[in-house]
């Protein structure tokens, strides 16, 4: 199967190669004559785009002979769409007509690659967003862009989802809408769940691969991923759409758009719920979300707020599912029940599940948490060749996850034991929430600049960040002495986080551009209190990074171009890496150098890309099986690790009905010295003594080493197109020790796609689609974790938990457009 990608994917390097011209022109105002600078120019089908400069000029080199439409978009103007013929230079002037109906995005961030930067990245628009979008969360909808790898807690695509990146977990992706930042400040992740929806909202996502450019927010350690919200529609609009599928999946929206109102004003606006059952028992999701956006929009100046909120309860199913489970092992299962010390309940719900096994059967085991995000943007172009843009932003979060807990000891929890008659209880059942409650809040901006051989940005953003974490028990069998929602840990945490940056293009040559990015951010973050486990929690730290980017675009002929890059990214430790670390002890921060060489090749028919990339890890964090004096597990820097790889991705218009994509990710993941950790509690369980390993050159955990996706679309009628999606995955080590017997083992999974689009006398269009996932009925896992420890040296306990993903199921969704 690997060859078969591998002979896919390079057979896009041997695609005949046409004649190649420059596209050259100039857009003016159709009834002053005047030169309008910033439209967007795009060519279509090759995607090439640009924009006019402030004498109104653009040009699109490298274009290969054909036929193409030419399409120029500006606020304020009709639409402009011209067929162009190639064939040699072709040379044009582009009148656009003043129309006060029409607008498109306005929001511009400074935090985005173009072509001529050189990084990796790729660009995923409306249409690829709005073809996928049935109901699963934003990371599956991603799946088919190179080095990437998703996953479901449910197993369905629905509720706790997650995305890697060349590895990278999600606390190492950083994340923007609108250049505003979406990560965690304290565990740098991002919880989609908490946006449920959001595609529906969104009009393009750019992946940015390796450090990238200079961004606002978290470290980008993996990859970045920016999100463009929609911008309003030029003319009034409503939707209607509506999903469902298996696992009692459903999903309805309403979306509608005002145009362009008297005085430049518009508004839009959107009504989400997602509910399912999910893959796995139990892991129901239940999520509620809305998305208005209102402005004025003027031919200099723009002012828009944007609010979007979500809710989500979702019952957990955190715990995945031991593989004696997952391989019937009858002998294992009764391993697992003695080792974890299951009561009768527990044994039998383990004994008499399957693949779907959950181990929470509380009936409100549930996680509960909204999020309000509040965006308020201005853009002013402020001279030729300027432009600001900045945005303040507000988001509250709030809720809980709840827990049953089983004999928990009294003290604990603050509690004091309780005497009846001659006899005393110190431990009992309970039922505990444990709380988070924030505010998030800052500013970004960046000004541009643009000439005829220079592009600049500078930019940055001041965020602020204030946490409540705090844990309350709603129930004991025994409460003590207790209050109602008696509290027994709190803390408080503020972080301070801040940026700026510079960017700047320079087209040395006709050839030649040569980028630069440099960016200083300072952290500070402390935290007082107690922990859920009642150790103290008192710490401050400052942190400063410089992170230097420098890089040029080199084009070889007309439509191929080499690149090259050097960037360097910094990243503060996480909470839990402070927290939980040896009293007295504190994590270091982590670098990241990076390297990219790349090569790029477009024509009328096809586009190849090829990248290699370094990223050279200093002081990275990972998981050892070193533990704490409370048991928790403590991430240690190690000083030396590394992932190489080599990216192809491409495509191929093979004839007007069928076209072709492809991508595969072939690479080294390794730490060059690492010393696993793992403990002998003695045969009496009464002892702590360690017990240390020492590994080199190991692989790094959830790393594969192949990653292939392809997308085969067929359009055998107008309107009527269907797709076949594969994606591979290799093998991925669920620790850092390179064992054959703990790891999740390689998959290949193929989806099919129906979408089929019609109109109506009464209804301006009606979209169909069906989406067919895992046709071939695969059982595999994307996800999981281990642990182990002896009990004495005769006795050695090695665990491995496993997140199954579903089989063959289904989505089906129609939506109507008025």
Do not use: C
């Not at 920016?226 to 759409?241: C, E, I």
């Not at 002081?619 to 048991?631: A, C, H, I, S, Y």
């Not at 790393?703 to 309107?719: C, D, E, W, Y």
């Not at 999740?744 to 209804?763: G, Q």
């Amino acid at each position: 199967m690997k060859k078969l990608f591998v002979a896919s994917v390079l057979m896009l390097m041997f695609t005949q190669m046409y004649a190649q011209s420059n596209i050259k022109g100039k857009v003016v105002d159709s009834t002053t004559g005047e030169a309008v600078f910033g439209a967007s120019v795009m060519l279509s089908p090759s995607q090439q785009g640009t924009v006019t400069n402030v004498s109104g000029e653009f040009e699109l080199p490298n274009v290969a002979s054909g036929n193409y439409t030419l399409m120029v978009s500006m606020i304020g103007y009709v639409k402009l769409s011209q067929k162009v013929t190639v064939n040699g230079t072709v040379e044009l002037l582009l009148e656009l007509v003043p129309d006060t109906r029409q607008l498109q995005d306005v929001i511009v961030t400074g935090t985005r690659a173009n072509e001529k930067t050189p990084t990796t990245f790729t660009n995923v628009s409306a249409e690829e967003i709005e073809k996928q979008n049935l109901g699963q969360d934003l990371p599956f909808l991603l799946n088919w862009t190179p080095s990437v790898v998703v996953t479901s807690d449910a197993g369905a695509g629905v509720g706790y989802t997650g995305i890697r990146v060349r590895g990278s977990d999600p606390t190492r992706i950083n994340v923007t809408i609108n250049g505003i930042p979406v990560n965690d400040s304290e565990s740098q992740g991002v919880y989609w769940v908490n946006m449920p929806d959001f595609a529906s909202s969104t009009s393009s996502i750019q992946v940015q691969r390796g450090v990238g450019t200079s961004t606002n927010g978290a470290g980008a350690f993996g990859a970045s991923i920016n999100l463009l919200t929609n911008g309003v529609s030029s003319v009034p609009k409503a939707q209607v759409n509506t999903s469902v599928g298996s696992y009692n999946t459903q999903k309805y929206n309403a979306i509608y758009s005002t145009g362009l109102l008297a005085n430049n004003w518009a508004f839009e606006g959107r009504l989400s719920r997602i509910a399912s059952d999910g893959y796995i028992d139990r892991a129901s999701s239940d999520l509620e979300s809305y998305y208005v956006s209102g402005g004025y929009f003027g031919k200099k100046t723009s002012l828009q707020l944007i609010h979007f909120a979500g809710n989500e309860k979702t019952y957990q199913s955190w715990w995945g599912t031991p593989e004696a489970r997952l391989r019937n092992d009858a002998a294992g299962i009764e391993e697992v029940i003695a080792n974890n010390g299951y009561n009768a309940q527990q044994a039998a719900n383990l004994r008499n599940s399957g693949r779907t096994f959950n181990y929470y059967l509380y009936d409100n085991q549930v996680d509960d948490y909204g999020q309000d995000h509040y965006q308020l943007h201005f853009s002013q172009n402020l001279a030729e060749g300027w432009n600001l843009n900045t945005a303040l932003h507000y988001t509250r979060g709030a809720g809980f996850f709840e827990e049953f807990k089983e004999d928990e000891d009294l003290v604990d929890y603050g509690l004091q034991e309780v005497t009846v008659g001659n006899s005393t209880i110190s431990s009992t059942d309970l039922i505990r929430r444990r709380w988070l409650d924030n505010d998030f809040y800052g500013i970004t901006y960046d000004l541009n600049y643009e000439a005829s051989k220079v592009q600049a940005t500078l930019g940055g953003a001041f965020n602020e960040y204030d946490g409540l974490h705090f844990g309350e028990v709603i129930w004991a069998r025994y409460a003590s002495n207790g209050d109602i929602r008696h509290r027994w840990y709190e803390s408080r945490s503020d972080k301070t986080d801040f940026n700026t940056y510079l960017k700047v293009n320079l087209q040395a040559t006709e050839q030649l551009n040569l980028f630069a990015d440099a960016q200083i951010r300072t952290v500070r973050y402390r935290g007082k209190g107690t922990d859920n486990d009642l150790r103290t929690i008192d710490f401050d730290h400052n942190y400063t990074f410089f992170n230097p980017k420098f890089g040029l675009t080199y084009n070889l002929s007309e439509q191929t171009a080499l690149y090259g890059s050097f960037a360097v990214g910094n990243k503060e430790p996480n909470r839990s890496d402070i927290i939980d670390a040896v009293p007295g002890t504190a994590p270091s921060h982590e670098t990241l150098n990076n390297i990219e060489f790349g090569f790029r090749k477009r024509t009328a028919k096809a586009a190849f890309e090829v990248n290699y990339y370094l990223m050279d890890y200093k002081n990275q964090l990972v998981l050892t099986g070193d533990v704490n004096d409370v048991g928790a597990g403590i991430r240690t820097n190690v000083p030396d690790s590394y992932r190489m790889g080599v990216e192809l991705a491409g495509g191929m218009q093979v004839a007007e009905w069928f076209k072709w994509q492809a991508n595969l990710t072939l690479s080294r993941n390794k730490i060059k010295a690492f010393e696993e950790i793992i403990y002998d509690y003695g045969p009496a369980f009464d002892e702590f003594n360690e017990i240390r390993t020492q590994f080199n050159d190991t692989d790094i955990s959830f790393s594969p080493n192949v990653i292939a996706g392809a997308q085969l679309t067929f359009t055998p009628a107008q309107s009527f197109e269907v797709s076949l999606l594969s994606k591979y995955v290799g093998d991925q080590y669920l620790d850092n020790t390179s064992n054959e017997n703990r790891k999740i083992d390689a998959f290949f999974v193929n989806d099919v796609r129906f979408n089929y689009t019609l109109a109506t006398r009464f209804i301006r269009q009606i979209d169909l689609s069906l989406l067919v996932n895992n046709i071939f009925n695969v059982e595999y896992e994307s996800n999981g974790y281990t642990f182990g420890y002896y009990g004495g040296l005769d006795y050695e306990v090695r665990e491995n938990y496993y997140y199954p993903q579903a089989g063959t199921n289904f989505l089906f969704s129609v939506g109507f457009n008025f």
